[in-house]
């Protein structure tokens, strides 16, 4: 019965998960830490992106406010920078760092970053990828007549695994570019960037938990597509 019910592989999911649960938590304490700590130039997170863009010459996108927390983005599709509420009005070192992030994003986009560029193009596959790489697999191991639905499935998984990988260097590099602009404008003095610095470094995080749980599962879909194929 433990071996009907129980599969070792499914270790794998378990770790993917606790890492995403550890990086999320860390970066909630983190930005709840530094969210509390005023800047000293008393700039918001929408003013901060306003200098940033100004600063870079670029004129076409446009700063909004969007509901939640941490929901912040920049959407090269629709032109514009989305602060979340505790950010677009808040003059802390964590909402300053955030609104810096997705500024260095359009940086990113507005001087040709081939990561970013790569990760862009990438999005309509990854997003197949996530939604129907996994079921595929299923119904592959399910009928288990048709080793080849269980292939294509992995491949389709793979490109969303893909992405999330591509999506490293795009977010370190966005983060890099934050801090840069940050001290070069006179947004943050030295101790409020190293604030910052700690707030982007626990963002990070949780893109490298992301990206460490997809390389977890597609281990585990190939090794149950090997173990059926045996």
């Not at 890099?176 to 963002?203: F, H, P, T």
Request: charged share 15%; proline share 2%; with cysteine.
């Amino acid at each position: 019965m433990y071996g009907y019910y129980w599969d070792w592989t499914y270790l794998l999911v378990i770790v993917g998960a606790v890492v995403c649960m550890i990086a999320s938590a860390r970066v909630n304490s983190a930005y709840q830490k530094y969210a509390k700590v005023r800047a000293m130039s008393g700039m918001t997170g929408a003013e901060v992106a306003e200098r940033i863009l100004q600063q870079n010459g670029i004129t076409d996108i446009q700063i909004v406010r969007v509901a939640g927390n941490l929901t912040d983005h920049f959407s090269a599709r629709d032109k514009r920078v989305a602060l979340s509420e505790s950010t677009y009005d808040s003059a802390s070192v964590a909402a300053i760092a955030v609104a810096a992030h997705e500024c260095g994003h359009v940086c990113q986009n507005a001087f040709g970053y081939v990561p970013y560029n790569i990760r862009t193009a990438l999005v309509p596959a990854a997003n197949i990828g996530s939604q129907l790489g996994l079921p595929i697999v299923i119904i592959g191991l399910i009928i288990g007549r048709f080793p080849a639905i269980v292939t294509a499935g992995i491949l389709i998984f793979s490109i969303a695994v893909l992405f999330q990988i591509v999506t490293l260097p795009v977010e370190w590099d966005a983060s890099r570019r934050a801090l840069v602009m940050l001290e070069q404008y006179g947004i943050l003095g030295q101790e409020e960037k190293q604030s910052a610095k700690k707030v982007l470094s626990a963002a990070a995080l949780t893109y490298v938990a992301a990206a460490a749980s997809s390389v977890l599962q597609l281990m585990r879909l190939i090794l149950l597509s090997n173990r059926r194929r045996d």
